[in-house]
Each structure stands twice: as C-alpha cells, then as structure tokens.
C-alpha cells in the first residue's frame, strides 16, 4: 500500500484504531465519560481526516475498497451520525444499571462495518463490512441483557440476520461460479457483454443477493426483525439500526447497480418496484393499528425505505441525489425522533407508548418542539427536510415517468400521516389549564435531562429546518459526491 | 421588499406572542393585534398608492415583486408579486385576522401564547399563497397553512375536534400532494421542451403540453383547490372542520382558507393550462351548481348554527368556481367580489355564533329562540349578516352573485337557471336562521349580555365594508381589474382567441349599482 492508499483510508482506520484505543482503556480505568470522550475524539479525527482522504480521491485502495467522492460523503454521513447516537446513548445509559463503557466500543465497531460497507467495491468487503457491523449490532441489541425485551430483539435479529447472511454469501458464491469474478466493475462489464442475466445459477445468485440486502435494509418481505428489534433495542441503538446500519447498506446498493447497469434489466426493476410498493403499503398500513411509538417509527421506515426505492428506480440524472438527500433528510429525523424517546426514557422502561407523549409540549415545550419537528419531517411537511426529500425523490420519478410508483407513494403517505398526526396531536393534547388531572396521570415520572441529549437534539433539529429551507450547501455536496459514482 | 414584510411580520410576531405568554396572556394578544394592524396598514398603503393608476398594459399588473434565487439546482426562485387581485385577498387576510384576535379575546384562555403562534403563521402562510409566484413557493406557503391550521382546530376545538381535524388534513393533503406531482410533472416538461429547469409561474405560463398530458396536469391542481374551495364531491371535511374548529379557526378557515382555492383556480388552473381547462369547464360548472344548490339545501336541514353556516359556504363557494369557469369578464369580476363578500358575510357569521354559544354554551338552533328582546344588538347583527348571505341587493354578497350569474347567462343557460334556485333556496335558510335562533318566545328562559363594546367595534367595520361592497364596489373593481384582464390575455393569448373583453368594465359598472 502506498502512502495516498494509507490517507485515503485514514477516516476507517482512526475508527478502527479508536474501538482498540477505547477497549483497551476501559481494561484500566472504567469511567463512562472517559470512554465517551475518546470515542467522541475518535470520531473527530475520522470526520477531520475526510479532507485529506477527500484530496486523494478517486482512489482504489487494494481489489476491495474505493474512496472516492460518494464513499467520503458516506463515511461523513456515518461516522457524524455515530457522533450523535454516541452522545444520546450517553444521556441514555446513565440512566440504566450495569455497565455502559463497552457500547462504545461496539458502536465504533458497528460504525466501522458501516463505513467498509459504503468504500466496497468487491464481494469479500461487502461482506466483512457487513459481518463487522452485523455482529456488533446483536451485542448492541441485546446490551441491556438484564430486560426481556432486548434480549429477545437481540436473539431474534442474531437468527434472521445469521441467516439472512448465508443467502446472502450462497448468492455471492453462485454469482462468482457463473461470472469468475466478485469485483462490482467486472461483474458489470460481462454482464453487459455477455447476454444479461441469464441462466439458472445467475438469476438464483441475484434473488439471494437481493434477499440478502433487503433484509438488512428491512424492505418487505424481508421486514419481519424490523418491529421486533425496532421496540427491543434501547432508543439510542435503534436510532444506529435505522441510520447507519441501513444507511450504509443502501449506500452499497447504488454502488452495486449504479456501477452497474444491473438495474437497467427489466427483471431487476420488475423486482425492485414490486418490493417499494409493498414496502410503502405494508408499512404504512401496518403502522396504523399500532399504539407503541418504537413500532410506529419500525414500519414508518420500511415505508420510507419503500419510497427510497423510487427514487432508486427513477434512474434518471436525479435518482442518486435524490437518494443520498433523502437519506440525509431520514438521518437527522430518525435520530431526533428516537433521541426524544431515548430522552424520555428512563432506567426502568422505555417512553414508548404514545400515551408517555400526551401533553409533553406543554410540560417541555423544547423537547415538544423537536418531536413534532422530526415527525413532521418523516411525514414530509415543509420547512422540514423531510418535505423537500420527498419532493426530491418525486421529482426524480417524474424526471423518469414512473408516474404509477410516485402516485401509490403520494397516496401511502397520506395513510402514513394518519400516525403521524396521532403522535402529533398526543404531544399537544391536554391544555395545560384544561385538564390538569389527566396530565399528571400520564406522567408519573419525574426526568433528569441529560445536557447533551438535550444539545444533540436541537442541533438535529436546527440541521433538519436548515436543510428544508436552505438546502443549497448541502445539494452541492451531494452532487459532488453523486457524480462520482 | 414590502411583501416580504407582509409575510414576516406575522411569524416574527408568532414567535413573540409565545414567548410573551411567559410574562401575562393578554400580551400575546396585543402583539397578534398590533402585527396584523401594522400588515393591514402596509397593505393599505400599497391600494393607496396604485388607486386610481390603473395600467392597461396586461404585463405590467403587478405592483410589487421581489425575485431571489432560492435553491439555483433546481431553479427555485423565492419570488412574490402583488397585483390587485392578491392585493385585495391580501387586505382580506388582516382584516379577518385581526377579527379573528378579537373573536378569541375571552374564548381562548387556555395555551394562549400558542395558539396565537398558530393563528398568526396560518395568516403567514396565507398570504405567502396569495402572493407567491414560484410554484415550490407557492406550495411551501400552501403547506405551511395547514399545520397550524390543523392545530388551531385539533386543539382548541369542541367536541369532536381531532377528528375534524384529522379529516381536513388527510383530505388536504392528499390532494395537495396531488397537485405536488403535477407541478413536478409540469417542471419536468418544461425542461424537456426548454431546456431550462424553472418553477417560475411567469415562466411556466405557455409551456407545450401535449393535450392528454395537460388534461392530467390541470386537474392534479384543480383537486388540490378543489378541496379547499370546497367542490362538491370533495367537501365532506368542511361541515366537520368549521364546526369543530373555534371561533377564529372558523373565521379563518371560511373567509380565508376557502377563498386559497378559488385564487388557485383563477391563477394557476386556468392560465396554465388554458385549453385543458376550457375543455373541462362544462365539468366543473356542473360541479358547481350540484354544490350550489346541494350547500343550500344541506343548510335548511341542519339544527347546529355553525354546521348551518358551513352548508351556505359550500353554497357561496359555488358560484365562485361557476365564475371562474365561465372565464369571462363579468363572471369573473362577480367571483373575485364574491370571495370577498362571503369572507366578511361568512366570517361575521361565524363571530356571532361564537360569541352566542360562548354565552348560552349550544349552537343547536332548537335550545335557542326568543333571543331577539334579550340581546337585541346581537340578534339585529345577525340579521345583517344572515340578509348579506342570502344576497340582499345592496350587500357585497349580491353583486358578486349577480355578476357571475350575468355572465353565466351568456355561457350555459340551464346552469345559470339552476343557480338561481340556489339563491332562492338561501333566502329559506337565512330566514330559518333568524327565525329559529332569535324570534318565538323565549321558552328557555335565556338572560345573556348583549355585544360588548370589542364585539361591536369587530362587527361594525365588517357591516361597513359589506355596504361599501354593495353599494359602491368601483374601486374594488378598478383594484383588481387590470389583474384580472392580465389573467384573460395570457389566456386567450395561448389559446389563440382575440381578448374576450366584451364592453366588461361598462356591464360591471352597471350591475355594481342596484
């Protein structure tokens, strides 16, 4: 490896080296804000060493791993939202018995799994990345092992996604046997000479294939874990399961097909558009009889993996940016949304059930504000960066004409506001002077905020209206990093 | 940069009512009072300097603009513009607005500082419709009165009132998400032809449409307002709405947020796509008569006072959309002045019968009765009002009506025949108003105060300003004249047909004066 090679992937391996750095650290002395502030120095220095990897870029780091434009946004967009889940899990754990220090490590693990994920350009990477961060995730899923609940999330996602990710490796390996390849590049450029995808053995490799990352993407039908590990999971490790793990999941998957030209075949689309229809229906009408907020915000993101898928298949000129602005968008609402739970929990259980929500505007008007926000964003409302995501992402099917993809979104989304607007209205339900009895009812416990759950919430919230009403910056960015691909 | 004023002031304020909520209550009313009456004094000032200077050449109706690059990728301007027509939808808006904060003085006491937060970005929003002319703007604006909107009734509603509110925002938004795809779907063709990626509605105007393309287009945008205005088969919200909403969430929503679908009509559906509209005309004036004579109808069969009033506005919004698709001179002179009659006529309305069942705590017209010797000011208002909504000659709500049945007459006859039996069937259910609620003896015994002095001083002007319209409607006409012809040329422009102006300004001057 050469000396560009080494600072083009400087950002996973300060990541890397910081999980050891941490591990180590808490073998002699244990203290939760130590750990968290080398984790948090850490990740500074992988977000600072982004602009040295960026001036090197476009670069092919050994057969497996690419840093170019779109992996340097990536592992950006990862590793600042490994930051915020950081610091929220810091509120969060201080709150709960046992030891909190190893999260950390398992969240930098799970971040670095991510962030080869999104610079892989060949099978044996995709899949390490994968295994890294899939591994670490049933730890995280399972930390409070003290609760039914997590372990039982952490046990059921440890089965489906052990399995998920031997269809996913036979998928590999049938393609393998029938390309003799497992670069992305030299995948597409036969594919392209030879006849398509034809024959028994390929077309069985890319259904696996595609098993494999919708489960991981939580796509119907592979949607079965999301709920279940969505309620299990403490607040703060379903925020990282829904951004970053999924996040950089779809990041591989515009890598794969964009690199591609695999979307191209009509089959591919056939498949692609059957699983973002079920995906916007199933999860939006699911989300309707559900009273727990977790569960809500589970099916709502198969619904906006579903509309993500759109504008995967729009294809047109917009399709990548309308993609990566969207998940930007979806990154700052999620870890909001499940921030105020995590802020709203305590070390008992988590405030999951709408009801905890009733009147929470008029006790904490700020928290208040910040919740309606991002669930106002996920249903795509103005001056949210939810609105203009979506507005992007039909533009996009527009620019393509995938007239009826667009039209079921508009109309899922309508069901999806249905939920929406119950939160919504639970959070401004009971006037303060109105009912003064029923609100004390639903509040039993008396919450210590933790400053920086508090801090990171209103800097995401800041983010999210600065995005929805100014979006300029952080288009040329994205634009920047789409034309790469 | 005085539109931007128009527009930033109420939110500035919105946010300085809330936070003034910390100190007493009562602040937060009088900083909503003194923001919208600082709006209402900007605008005032832009009639009077551009009254009487009426231009005759179409392009040049607008009397003010600002045009800022926005999002430059997308070629997203944030462009407002005023021309008489939203200059007058505009003075519309802060006149309600400030008798909506005053029809709350003593109903809203609880999440004061909030609700006037709600109140007054709802009016930001609404007059961002009315003066935007970038469509993401415009949809911006249009999106951003909704969840205030929501909150004003799903909050401080009656009884049934997150249903109601539920109702009105998954109605609206459907079809607003509608209208979303078919702006895109217009940007995108623009760009294909053009070349030129824009949302500028200047711009826009004109682009090549393939007839079928244009047909789906139009009515993705003629649903999203045809929702608000409301038309008939998609009014099933409104009843619910005003009814549940407070009074201020029932003033604005009739006399406010009703009149963004009928100014969405007359500036978006029509000039953008002129030809797919004209074949869908006969549609629509079908549509509006049902509604016409259906509101009517509905309103005689109800006992509630405020679901009665919601009924007439399905009525008077009828004759709206019949004007617009008429698409000529007086037809469309009679709907604008229609919008802004039934907003005074309709909103005063509401104001009373928030006011009465403050006070008697029902607004089911059977516990009422005999009112009349009780609050004889109160009953003598409604009076005028429920008179103004029946059409009296002589009311602002009659020369709208009448001028749009005049120009109906010379475009369908059997619809204008139809029309007029709506109107007769108003006479019924205004009567049945007064006479229900205020005459017969008083058997329940009823001993309220009459209007308090804020109430008057609220109900005085709108009595004036419906006088004024029925009597002397000439300079309201000459403010929004020029508006509308600049609307018809770029119309007949793309259809290709001389201007339609047939002797216009004479007939108008002449059915303004009965």
Redesign the interface.
């Known amino acids: 490896m050469s000396g560009a090679d080494w600072i083009a992937l400087l950002p996973v391996i300060i990541t890397g080296a910081t999980a050891v750095v941490a591990m180590v650290l808490i073998a002699v002395h244990r203290s939760h804000g130590l750990t968290l502030g080398v984790t948090l120095l850490g990740l500074v220095l992988a977000v600072l060493s982004l602009w040295p990897a960026a001036s090197v870029a476009p670069l092919q780091v050994t057969p497996l791993l690419v840093v170019d434009d779109f992996a340097v946004f990536y592992l950006g967009l990862i590793i600042v939202a490994c930051v915020a889940v950081a610091l929220l899990c810091h509120g969060y754990f201080a709150k709960c018995e046992g030891r909190p220090e190893e999260l950390y490590v398992l969240l930098l693990l799970a971040t670095l799994g991510s962030e080869i994920l999104v610079t892989s350009t060949h099978f044996v990477s995709f899949f390490l990345g994968l295994e890294i961060l899939s591994v670490a995730l049933y730890a995280l899923t399972a930390y409070l092992h003290t609760r039914a609940l997590p372990l039982e999330a952490g046990i059921k996602y440890l089965v489906l996604a052990a399995s998920s990710a031997a269809f996913l490796l036979f998928g590999m390996a049938l393609v393998y046997a029938e390309m003799g390849t497992m670069q992305f590049r030299e995948i597409a450029d036969r594919l392209a000479l030879g006849t398509g995808l034809h024959g028994a053995m390929l077309i069985a490799g890319a259904a696996l294939l595609i098993t494999g990352i919708g489960f991981k993407l939580g796509v119907v039908p592979f949607h079965l874990w999301t709920p279940d590990v969505y309620e299990g999971a403490p607040a703060p490790v379903t925020a990282f399961v829904a951004t970053v793990s999924k996040g950089g999941m779809f990041a591989l998957l515009l890598r794969f097909f964009y690199g591609n030209g695999g979307y191209q075949t009509p089959s591919l689309h056939l498949v692609f558009s059957i699983i973002a229809i079920a995906s916007m229906l199933v999860g939006n009408l699911l989300a309707l009889r559900q009273r727990n907020v977790k569960r809500i915000l589970a099916y709502s993101s198969i619904a906006h993996f579903g509309y993500l898928l759109v504008a995967f298949l729009a294809a047109g000129a917009f399709a990548v940016q309308a993609v990566t602005f969207y998940l930007v968008a979806y990154f700052i609402t999620t870890l909001g949304a499940f921030g105020v739970i995590a802020m709203l929990s305590d070390g008992e259980r988590e405030a999951d059930d709408v009801d905890d929500y009733r009147g929470l505007?008029?006790r904490r008007p700020v928290i208040g504000t910040v919740f309606t926000l991002m669930i106002?964003s996920l249903a795509g409302?103005?001056?949210t960066a939810g609105?203009l995501g979506k507005?992007f992402i039909?533009?996009a099917g527009?620019?393509s004409s995938v007239w009826a993809l667009?039209?079921i979104l508009?109309?899922t989304?309508?069901i999806g506001?249905?939920y929406y607007?119950r939160i919504v209205?639970a959070v401004?339900a009971a006037?303060?002077?109105?009912a003064e009895g029923a609100v004390e009812g639903a509040q039993p416990r008396t919450l210590s905020l933790s400053a920086t759950s508090a801090g990171t919430l209103i800097v995401l919230a800041v983010l999210l209206v600065w995005f929805g009403v100014?979006?300029?910056p952080i288009?040329?960015l994205i634009?920047v990093a789409a034309a790469a691909l | 940069m005085i539109l931007v004023w128009l527009i930033g002031i109420p939110i500035v304020a919105g946010v300085l009512a809330w936070a003034g909520e910390k100190w007493r209550a009562e602040l937060s009313r009088w900083i909503s009072l003194v923001a919208l009456c600082a709006d209402l004094v900007l605008a005032l000032i832009i009639w009077a300097r551009h009254a009487g200077g009426v231009t005759l050449v179409p392009d040049s109706a607008w009397f003010a603009q600002v045009s800022w690059l926005w999002i430059p990728r997308w070629g997203v301007h944030f462009h407002l513009a005023m021309d008489g027509l939203s200059l007058l939808l505009v003075l519309l808006t802060f006149v309600l607005g400030i008798i909506s904060v005053l029809a709350s003085w003593r109903e809203i006491q609880d999440g004061t500082g909030f609700f006037h937060l709600n109140l007054l970005w709802v009016l930001a929003g609404i007059t961002g419709v009315f003066l935007a002319e970038d469509l993401l703007l415009f949809y911006f604006f249009w999106e951003m009165m909704l969840i205030p909107m929501y909150f004003l009734i799903a909050i401080w509603g009656h009884e049934r009132r997150v249903y109601a509110a539920t109702k009105f925002f998954l109605f609206t938004q459907l079809s607003s998400l509608l209208m979303l795809i078919a702006i895109l779907g217009l940007y995108v063709l623009h760009h294909t032809a053009t070349g030129t990626w824009t949302f500028d509605y200047p711009a826009l105007i004109g682009t090549p449409l393939p007839p079928n393309t244009a047909m789906f287009l139009m009515l993705g945008f003629f649903v999203a307002f045809a929702v608000k205005l409301p038309v008939f088969p998609l009014h099933p919200w409104l009843p619910d709405a005003h009814t549940e909403a407070s009074t201020a969430g029932s003033i604005v929503l009739a006399g406010l947020l009703l009149k963004t679908g009928g100014y969405g009509m007359l500036r978006f559906v029509v000039p953008l796509f002129p030809e797919a509209a004209h074949r869908f005309a006969p549609v629509a004036m079908v549509l509006a008569v049902i509604g016409i004579v259906y509101g009517a109808l509905m309103a005689l069969g109800q006992s509630d006072l405020k679901r009665l009033v919601a009924y007439t506005s399905v009525s008077h919004l009828g004759f709206v959309l019949l004007g617009i698709f008429a698409w000529n001179t007086l037809a469309l002179q009679g709907a604008v002045i229609a919008m802004i009659a039934h907003g005074f006529s309709t909103g005063a309305l509401f104001a009373l019968v928030g006011a009465l069942q403050e006070r008697t705590h029902t607004r089911e017209m059977d516990r009422l009765g005999g009112l009349w010797a009780v609050v004889p000011r109160l009953s003598g208002a409604a009076l005028f009002f429920a008179l103004a909504s029946m059409g009296l000659p002589g009311l602002g709500d009659f020369v709208g009506e009448f001028l749009v049945l005049l120009g109906t007459y010379r475009e369908h006859l059997g619809v204008t025949i139809v029309a007029v039996i709506g109107i007769l069937a108003s006479t019924f259910y205004a009567l049945q108003l007064v006479q229900r609620a205020f005459h017969g003896p008083n058997t329940n015994h009823w001993s309220i105060r009459d209007l308090l002095p804020r109430e008057i001083l609220m109900l005085a002007p709108m009595m004036l300003i419906l006088l004024w319209l029925g009597l002397w409607p000439q300079p309201v006409l000459d403010t929004f004249r020029p508006a509308v012809a600049a609307l018809q040329h770029t119309v007949s422009r793309q259809v290709g047909m001389a201007p339609a102006d047939r002797s216009g300004s004479a007939v108008a001057r002449r059915g303004g004066g009965p």
Do not use: D, E
Not at chain 1, 431 to 434: E, F, I, V, Y
């Open positions: 505007f008029w106002l409302i103005p001056i609105f507005f039909i533009a527009a620019s667009i039209i508009a109309v989304s309508v506001l249905f607007l209205i401004y006037l303060p002077g109105a100014y979006p300029t288009l040329n634009q």
